[in-house]
């Protein structure tokens, strides 16, 4: 499901954590959970928002009030290295009012 921006400031003070997500090291796109229910955040068109950064996406996230905050990475060592990927666990640090 998908969140706009118009939506997450009529229901920002609802959104229990934000997950920023690193695409490729290029773009973050936030996931965020809403009455324990996912939804990806969007801009008004419901295209997923891609912002250049973590800490863009952290100050965008800050105007609406989005407590606790995880920024994640997903590992591609494996690949790297010629490996066939796996399945891991994402690599999770806490941003802002994470606990």
């Given at each position: 499901?998908r969140?706009?921006?118009?939506?997450?400031?009529e229901?920002?003070?609802?959104v229990?954590r934000?997950?920023?997500i690193?695409?490729e090291?290029?773009h973050?796109i936030?996931?965020l959970?809403l009455?324990?229910?996912?939804?990806?955040l969007?801009?008004?068109?419901h295209?997923?928002?891609?912002?250049p950064?973590?800490?863009?996406?952290n100050?965008?996230?800050d105007?609406?009030?989005?407590p606790?905050r995880?920024?994640?990475?997903?590992?591609a060592?494996?690949?790297?290295?010629?490996?066939?990927?796996?399945?891991?666990d994402?690599?999770r640090?806490p941003?802002?009012?994470?606990?």
């Open positions: 499901m969140i706009t921006l118009q939506q997450l400031k229901q920002g003070d609802k229990t934000a997950d920023i690193s695409i090291g290029k973050y936030a996931r959970w009455n324990q229910q996912l939804y990806m969007s801009d008004n068109e295209q997923t928002l891609l912002l950064s973590s800490s863009a996406m100050e965008l996230l105007h609406y009030a989005v606790n995880m920024l994640m990475h997903d590992s060592y494996n690949e790297m290295i010629g490996l066939e990927g796996t399945s891991s994402p690599l640090m941003t802002k009012g994470a606990n």
